[in-house]
């Protein structure tokens, strides 16, 4: 997962003053590779009967989705998923989950991040590629005063 946000310079220098800032955010390097193997195996196989998507995306993106699921087991952490197949393995194994909108309600409502923001933020998430469904980001911005995207 942190190979896949490191990609960008401009996102790894603000997750490196994300991780010295807040003490509370630990970088989860002694997790179960193996059980992150395993799942991508399985996600092969049915990717395989259903005529989906290539190796480079199960390697990519699934990656990310089986690492999260495993450190969130092993640690007893909420899961952060937005990808279904995420939320399907937390659902699974009986994780607790959530998304990026959840995240950034709570950043709101703890006033970690300011409301007058929000909108813009959510425009960025969306311009970079990041699928977070318009309904619920419209929601969200009601909830919080501010127009819909």
Not at 5 to 15: A, D, E, G, N
Not at 95 to 109: D, K, M, P
Not at 130 to 136: Q, S, V
Request: proline share 2%; aromatic share 8%; glycine share 6%.
């Amino acid at each position: 997962m942190r190979t896949e946000l490191y990609r960008r310079r401009v996102t790894k220098h603000r997750i490196r003053a994300l991780l010295r800032e807040y003490a509370f955010i630990d970088k989860c390097d002694d997790y179960n590779q193996s059980a992150v193997e395993v799942l991508l195996i399985e996600r092969r196989s049915e990717r395989t009967k259903a005529g989906g998507q290539t190796e480079a995306v199960i390697q990519h993106k699934d990656r990310g989705e089986a690492e999260v699921a495993v450190q969130a087991a092993e640690f007893g952490a909420t899961a952060v998923v937005d990808d279904p197949w995420g939320r399907e393995l937390a659902e699974r194994y009986r994780l607790e989950y959530h998304g990026t909108i959840w995240i950034l309600e709570r950043l709101c409502g703890l006033e970690l991040l300011a409301r007058a923001n929000l909108r813009r933020h959510l425009q960025q998430l969306i311009k970079r590629g990041i699928f977070l469904p318009l309904d619920a980001v419209n929601e969200l911005l009601h909830r919080f005063g501010e127009k819909p995207i």
